[in-house]
């Protein structure tokens, strides 16, 4: 894999495909261990955007099923090369759009943040295919170079479906114009994991110290506790007296009151 060739594809274009990130074994294990998230995944219905899949979040708090790809050392290069090394889990999802969905609005993953256009990038949002995404079963649709313009988000703009293997790895910056299409296949499923990165002094989408309970970080790794929150960045943001945050989890939880402030 050549990060610096996807990173260049992304700044480029906006979006970038590798189409072997995970090979058979690895997708056919995700797709076991995630089998009652995946089943549990239904489609609500709406007068305004009709039938669409209803996406299950905070993902670390329910399955340690993906813990190994967040600290894959091979997603890591990819999302520096693009944010640089300062960057964090925005949120973890499961998705599953069904047969008779509806394709998503159109829209943009950095509009949470009210900072006028252009901007460096805040984001890396990424998908892992665990089936082929086809335009028939709503693969993901973008529209190329999107993430360069200022102008508002167009819901008729002119759009690509991103088609792909199982397996493969999809990259695209927070700016992008795009959305999820429709499945209008009468019987298949379309089975992702959405992995959201942003810069690690900006609020995450999924609260990670809420949402992901503290008896289950503090048996995290320690590349998995970082990722999600649990150190200091920008020279200090984050701390708990000065110190890493994970410390005063630990303290909690052992029964001790706190950790006594650094002077």
Same mark, same amino acid.
């Given at each position: 894999?050549d990060?610096?060739?996807?990173?260049?594809?992304?700044?480029?274009?906006?979006?970038?495909?590798?189409p072997?990130?995970?090979d058979?074994?690895?997708?056919?294990?995700?797709?076991?261990?995630?089998?009652?998230?995946?089943?549990?995944?239904?489609?609500?219905?709406?007068?305004?955007?009709?039938?669409?899949?209803?996406?299950?979040?905070?993902?670390?708090?329910?399955?340690?099923?993906?813990?190994?790809?967040?600290?894959?050392?091979?997603?890591?290069?990819?999302?520096?090369?693009?944010?640089?090394?300062?960057?964090?889990?925005?949120?973890?999802?499961?998705?599953?759009?069904?047969?008779?969905?509806?394709?998503?609005?159109?829209?943009q993953?950095?509009g949470?943040?009210?900072?006028p256009?252009?901007?460096?990038?805040?984001?890396?949002?990424?998908?892992i295919a665990?089936?082929?995404?086809?335009?028939?079963?709503?693969?993901?649709?973008?529209v190329?170079?999107?993430?360069?313009?200022?102008?508002?988000?167009?819901?008729?703009?002119?759009?690509v479906? &991103?088609? !792909? *293997?199982?397996?493969?790895?999809? %990259?695209?910056?927070?700016a +992008?114009?795009?959305? #999820?299409? /429709?499945?209008?296949?009468?019987?298949?499923?379309?089975?992702?994991?959405?992995l959201?990165?942003?810069?690690?002094?900006?609020?995450?989408?999924?609260?990670?110290?809420?949402?992901?309970?503290?008896?289950?970080? &503090?048996? !995290? *790794?320690?590349?998995?506790?970082? %990722?999600?929150?649990?150190? +200091?960045?920008?020279f #200090?943001l /984050?701390?708990?007296?000065?110190?890493?945050?994970?410390?005063?989890?630990?303290?909690?939880?052992?029964?001790?009151?706190?950790?006594?402030p650094?002077?």
């Amino acid at each position: 894999m050549d990060v610096q060739a996807v990173a260049d594809r992304v700044r480029e274009e906006g979006y970038a495909v590798v189409p072997d990130f995970l090979d058979a074994p690895w997708v056919s294990r995700l797709c076991e261990n995630l089998a009652p998230v995946f089943d549990a995944i239904g489609s609500r219905v709406s007068k305004e955007f009709g039938q669409q899949t209803i996406h299950t979040h905070n993902l670390l708090a329910k399955t340690r099923a993906v813990d190994e790809i967040l600290i894959d050392q091979r997603l890591h290069d990819l999302i520096g090369a693009i944010l640089g090394p300062d960057f964090q889990i925005s949120g973890v999802a499961a998705m599953r759009p069904a047969p008779g969905d509806k394709r998503q609005h159109m829209h943009q993953d950095d509009g949470h943040y009210p900072i006028p256009r252009p901007h460096p990038p805040f984001i890396v949002n990424t998908l892992i295919a665990l089936d082929p995404f086809t335009a028939a079963n709503g693969a993901t649709e973008v529209v190329p170079k999107s993430h360069l313009w200022t102008k508002r988000v167009e819901q008729d703009a002119e759009t690509v479906a &991103v088609e !792909m *293997p199982a397996g493969a790895l999809l %990259l695209w910056e927070g700016a +992008l114009w795009h959305r #999820g299409g /429709g499945n209008a296949t009468a019987d298949s499923y379309r089975r992702s994991i959405n992995l959201n990165f942003n810069l690690a002094w900006l609020k995450q989408r999924e609260n990670q110290f809420i949402g992901v309970p503290h008896d289950v970080v &503090v048996g !995290m *790794p320690t590349k998995l506790q970082e %990722l999600i929150g649990y150190k +200091l960045t920008n020279f #200090g943001l /984050g701390t708990v007296d000065y110190r890493n945050p994970i410390e005063t989890v630990k303290a909690r939880l052992e029964g001790r009151v706190g950790i006594s402030p650094r002077t």
